[in-house]
């Protein structure tokens, strides 16, 4: 099958009209936003609805492109507070903030799931190493905050959180059971590939105005923690390739793809993104095969880095230690943090001496603990200590998953794939100390479909190995039973 073919069992005439309709609807948006954003959001659902039923993979494909690439609009909302300061009570109070890929991924994973049940293809769908971890997890936080609602300390935001964790397994479970040859695969690598690029240029466009970049078109608040996170990843993959493959040209490519990344990430000015990108390069220099390649890399890097290495990036981590002294901050070992570090840390402290104490075993419900910007003391806070064993045993399984995965398929772009993911993950893991690191769209969207595209891999190819085992065995039987076994 021809990897740039995609087959759309979609009328050109229905197409078409669909094409029109939204170059007509955008065109109305950018002369009158606010009377054409209702019409806007009901078509887009309509049309993903239709997409979905239609062609699974061309839904997927709009829904990549808008992780990074669409519009966000928040409702309701207060101050922004913290669980140290009290003067917020729930994550509720920053507002609702949807962006067109919450709605795509709402609305996808509801139509795939009635498209299984209307073919009846449920029984069909496949088993994967993380089912029971994703499971019991998701189960614990929606018990949480199933039981805060009832009791009043979580209100129907807190649900909808629920709700949206939900759509990231639903959405690993669709690209799992979709892919069924290796062709579908580098498309999805593709398209990401190709977001990311656009998210990145778009990204250096903001460098100009001053102000740490963010992700595309995120307003005025933009979360370039996020953006550092998403961009890490992405170049942990790409590098995971470049260290599998022998292609000259197609090593120049990436080469420069991993160069277009790095300028937007290192003016985030996100030090969580930072140090989570020293742990990833950390982690293949353990686990990759081609030390010295990457040895390499790593010491021309080093020996550039003063030349190169923007001096808002350095003063952005000494800032952590030089900040004007200010009223707050934590004293470790002789040397004043700045108050962003102070908050992190004193939430951390807030949550294991005085909150997780009141509720240990369940929690408070997902939201029911105000907002707390780090993803393990919010775990523990909003599902209890229950709700924390379940997701450090989906960590866990992902971990050993992307690490076997990495060491055990053959074809040399998805194991690159594989090791990059499984790098990049580690970098997640410790990005999630001063972030929500998994739980935010636009880290899970993208990791969820790497896990699904790798795992999906594993499977093909342990298929092919059965199929060519079997075919193997044949000719050494004898006529008579093969025969008789037709019979």
């Known amino acids: 099958m021809n990897i740039h073919s995609i087959r759309v069992p979609i009328p050109p005439t229905v197409l078409l009209t669909f094409v029109l309709t939204t170059l007509l609807l955008f065109a109305a948006y950018l002369l009158v936003p606010g009377l054409i954003k209702g019409p806007i ?31 966000e609009l928040t409702f309701g909302g207060a101050v922004r507070g913290d669980v140290v300061t009290g003067h917020v009570s729930t994550t509720e109070s920053r507002g609702v903030t949807l962006r067109l890929d919450d709605i795509m991924l709402t609305l996808i994973s ?59 397994f639903v959405l690993f479970y669709i690209v799992v059971n979709h892919i069924h040859d290796e062709a579908i695969i580098k498309r999805f690598l593709f398209i990401m590939f190709f977001t990311c690029i656009v998210a990145s240029i778009l990204g250096i466009a ?49 080469f420069t793809t991993m160069g277009i990344i790095l ?56 800032f952590t230690f030089n900040q004007a002294e200010q009223e707050g901050q934590l004293d470790l070992g002789g040397l004043k943090v700045d108050t962003s570090t102070t908050e992190r840390l004193k939430s951390w402290e807030y949550v294991l001496t005085k909150a997780f104490p009141k509720s240990p075993v369940f929690g408070v419900g997902v939201t029911g603990g105000g907002f707390l910007d780090a993803q393990y003391p919010r775990v523990l806070l909003e599902t209890g200590i229950v709700g924390l064993i379940f997701f450090i045993w989906f960590l866990r399984r992902v971990w050993v998953v992307l690490k076997r995965s990495s060491r055990q398929l053959k074809d040399p772009v998805m194991r690159g794939v594989a090791l990059g993911a499984f790098c990049g993950y580690g970098g997640l893991l410790v990005h999630g100390i001063g972030a ?11 990791f969820m479909i790497v896990l699904g595209l790798i795992i999906s891999m594993q499977i093909l190819e342990n298929e092919k190995a059965s199929a060519k085992n079997n075919t193997d065995e044949l000719p050494t039987q004898p006529s008579s039973s093969i025969s008789s076994a037709t019979n």
């Open 41 to 71: 959001l009901l078509f887009a659902g309509l049309l993903m609805v239709v997409i979905t039923f239609s062609s699974v993979e061309l839904a997927l494909y709009f829904l990549i492109l808008s992780t990074l690439l669409s519009p």
């Open 110 to 168: 509801v139509t795939w799931i009635f498209r299984l049940a209307i073919r009846d293809e449920i029984k069909l769908l496949r088993y994967t190493p993380i089912n029971q971890p994703a499971g019991y997890y998701w189960f614990a936080a929606a018990f949480s905050t199933l039981m805060a609602f009832f009791f009043g300390h979580v209100g129907i935001y807190g649900l909808f959180f629920v709700v949206k964790y939900l759509e990231y």
């Open 206 to 254: 903001q460098i100009p105005q001053g102000l740490r970049v963010s992700a595309p078109f995120e307003g005025a608040d933009g979360e370039p923690n996020t953006f550092g996170g998403y961009l890490m990843f992405m170049f942990s993959i790409l590098l995971g390739i470049v260290l599998n493959i022998n292609n000259k040209k197609q090593r120049i490519m990436l």
């Open 263 to 318: 300028i937007p990430f290192a003016f985030t000015e996100s030090r969580s993104s930072y140090l989570s990108f020293v742990v990833a390069i950390g982690c293949f220099l353990i686990f990759s095969q081609k030390k010295k390649l990457l040895m390499f890399m790593c010491l021309a890097g080093i020996a550039l880095s003063p030349f190169v290495i923007p001096q808002n990036v350095i003063n952005r981590i000494m």
């Open 436 to 446: 929500n690191t998994f739980i935010i769209v636009r880290i899970m969207e993208p």
